[in-house]
């Protein structure tokens, strides 16, 4: 059974950092691209980033390039969103999600992905 577990949400002000983890479990962790996804109220879920299985790759929204970083440890099957210079459009519920396919690079589409975590809640106050 494929577990993704997401922590490291809370409230932060406006300016500040937070790092997500999404430990995984069931799965052979170092094959799967990773992506992290938010979705905020009364919007649709959109993507956020993600990062091939190696992490020699990773693509972002144009809305986090520069402020987030994915990264990913397949030694303790998890991966990392740090986000810095945070404003208050970050807040939404974020989840991670693995590839439904080994070996491939990342990429944005969320049909791509088959597991998804519960989702950790960020609240960016101004």
């Known amino acids: 059974q494929v577990q993704l577990v997401e922590s490291g949400g809370g409230l932060v002000q406006a300016g500040g950092s937070l790092r997500l983890s999404c430990a995984v479990s069931g799965r052979t962790f170092s094959r799967y691209a990773m992506g992290w996804f938010r979705q905020a109220p009364g919007k649709e879920r959109e993507f956020v980033t993600a990062?091939?299985?190696?992490?020699?790759?990773?693509y972002y929204a144009d809305s986090v390039k520069g402020r987030f970083t994915i990264s990913r440890d397949n030694v303790k099957n998890t991966v990392y969103l740090q986000m810095n210079s945070l404003k208050p459009e970050d807040t939404a519920v974020y989840y991670c999600?693995?590839?439904?396919?080994?070996?491939?690079?990342?990429?944005?589409?969320?049909?791509?992905?088959?597991?998804w975590g519960q989702g950790t809640q960020v609240t960016v106050s101004s």
């Open positions: 990062i091939s299985w190696s992490g020699g790759g990773t």
């Open positions: 999600a693995a590839d439904r396919s080994p070996w491939r690079p990342p990429t944005q589409s969320m049909d791509a992905y088959d597991y």
